[in-house]
């Protein structure tokens, strides 16, 4: 009898922790598909805004550069790093022809 009780709550306990494990998972991939969609959202704000506006600021470009480290880190790459790359190359200052190195 006790055999059976211990290879049932041993099978149960299994199937928990797996069934928990794959849970988890889920759940980090979908938070990581997340954060890089919002990553990358704003990637696209700062783009339309300082496009428009024909320059961007060096403190704007720099925390940029620390957005876009994290989105390529979750593997985000395509558009928004044509974007990151375009402002990049926008002047600082109205009326600026200096571009912004990266670091």
Avoid at 30 to 40: A, I, P
Avoid at 60 to 69: A, G, Q, R, T
Wanted: charged residues 25%; contains cysteine.
């Amino acid at each position: 009898m006790t055999d059976f009780i211990i290879k049932y709550w041993i099978e149960l306990l299994l199937t928990t922790l797996v069934s928990s494990t794959i849970y988890v998972l889920k759940q980090y991939l979908n938070l990581k598909k997340g954060m890089r969609s919002l990553l990358k959202n704003e990637i696209v704000r700062i783009y339309e805004k300082y496009t428009c506006l024909g320059y961007c600021p060096s403190y704007m470009k720099e925390n940029l550069n620390d957005i876009y480290s994290s989105y390529h880190g979750l593997k985000g790459d395509g558009m928004a790093t044509s974007m990151f790359n375009e402002i990049l190359k926008l002047p600082s200052k109205k009326g600026d022809d200096t571009e912004w190195e990266i670091i």
